[in-house]
């Protein structure tokens, strides 16, 4: 019996457990690709220095000074000029505000007119229901006054 259990276990390991192939790949496939990759990286590490080795000796270091002060020249243009690109784009805010508020005074111009327009349309109904109705009370007292003058004669 304990054959048996000791045949299962290592039947269900070997199909089951995968661990060791999986490493063994991975070590191949590491050394493979480190193999192939690593000439081709050399080749660019010594390029790269090659380039920097021939940039320093054509750049003498007095030149470094030269550069420095332009670069500071250059810094001061650049401040300069950006500080006028800020006025002028505040001038275009301030330009198009102007723009805006002048449209808003139009809008709010033709607004009240026609408020106005409304109003009196209003007004004048309001005075003919007016009218009316002053000119109702009139002829009904007029008519009770002429009953009532034919009651005192």
Do not use: C
Not at 55 to 72: G, I, Y
Not at 96 to 102: A, D, H, S, V
Not at 122 to 129: P, Y
Not at 134 to 151: P, R, T
Request: aromatic share 6%; proline share 2%.
């Amino acid at each position: 019996m304990d054959k048996i259990a000791k045949d299962v276990g290592d039947i269900q390991s070997r199909l089951l457990d995968h661990r060791p192939v999986i490493n063994a790949e991975i070590r191949y496939f590491m050394r493979e690709f480190e193999e192939k990759r690593g000439h081709r990286e050399s080749r660019l590490l010594e390029n790269i220095n090659k380039s920097v080795l021939e940039t320093n000796e054509q750049m003498p270091p007095a030149n470094f000074e030269d550069m420095k002060h332009q670069l500071s020249d250059i810094n001061k243009r650049l401040e300069a000029a950006n500080h006028m690109v800020e006025r002028v784009q505040q001038r275009e805010l301030e330009a198009q505000q102007g723009t805006r508020l002048k449209a808003n005074m139009e809008q709010l111009k033709e607004d009240w007119a026609e408020f106005l327009k409304e109003q009196q349309r209003l007004k004048e109904e309001v005075d003919e229901e007016h009218a009316r109705a002053v000119g109702q009370l009139s002829a009904k007292y007029n008519e009770k006054k002429k009953e009532l003058a034919k009651f005192t004669l």
